[in-house]
């Protein structure tokens, strides 16, 4: 028995793999393929887009796939969701889908697009988010470079972004967020009644969830002598309370801890003065609480 997961081919992919690589398992992907090659002989892994992972998933073609939360509403796909990962193609947070118009019109809400056009990969939560504003508009589908359309092309666009850079060089303005949306591991319904194939989306869901936990942290191990333990405790922005563990000399504590990345320069420092000794910072791939 395999695993059949769907691996987000396209913007989402390198952030997918080097996550999963994080979390422990080696995915090597091919130009020639679609079927990328995984270190765990359990999973069986194919590329798909990540517009229609869903449907392929809710058809039981797949047992499982990553995908986001935009596109599980868009094709309105009767999936499970495992868990919710943030991390999107440019960085680890959500997305957001706008509702953004040329800076030089008179749009400024989205009841001023009554008998417009706008233009969106999204057609189907577009729709529906118009209908829920009680607003009548044509919804085009658009296939690509939706920002340079308005407003020859259309009036407005419902389009995906991260940091608004691109909406913002091509002088359109957001008059409203749609969605917000992050990718999520998704699960055939009749797949996770499967005790085996649940406990197995279960694993990877928290390994993968670990090496987001992870990201941007690093650990802290240092020595220090138990009459300056509190003052080198006071540095430490745990997450928890630090590991202090006995050291062969009575006298002396190691203190394990983890700690923001960039707080590291400033911390060490101040756990030098504090009296710590033999600071050693190393880097993390999950973290699991």
Known sequence: MALKLGIPKGSLEHATIDLFRRAGFTITTSHRSYFPAIDDPDIECTLIRAQ?????????????????????????ADVHTVIDLVYARQSFGKVRWVLA?????????VEDLEGKL????????????LA?????????????????KPPVLADAIVEVTETGSSL???????????????????ANKKAWADPWKRGKLDD??????????????????????????????????????????????????????IVEESTVRDIIPRLKQA??????????????P
């Open 204 to 257: 990877i869901a928290m390994l993968l969830q670990g090496a987001i936990n992870a990201l941007g942290k690093v650990g802290i191990m240092l020595n220090a002598r138990r009459d300056q333990l509190e003052a080198v405790i006071a540095v430490l922005p745990a997450m928890r309370n630090p590991t202090i563990s006995q050291l062969s000399d009575n006298e002396w504590v190691a203190v394990n801890s």
């Open 168 to 186: 913002r060089a091509n002088k359109l303005r957001i008059i409203d967020t749609v969605l917000e949306s992050s990718t999520q591991l998704i």
């Open 118 to 129: 706008i233009a969106t990969e999204l057609v189907g939560l577009t729709t529906r988010y």
């Open 132 to 148: 829920q504003h009680g607003v009548t508009a044509k919804v085009e589908f658009s296939w690509g470079a939706t920002e340079v």
């Open 275 to 288: 009296g710590a000794r033999d600071i050693v910072e190393f880097p993390l791939n999950k973290v699991i």
């Open 52 to 76: 229609e992972m869903a449907k392929y998933v809710d058809d039981g073609v797949l047992d499982a796939g990553l995908t986001g939360l935009d596109w599980v509403l868009e094709c309105e």
């Open 101 to 109: 118009a040329p800076e030089a019109s008179s749009f400024r809400s």
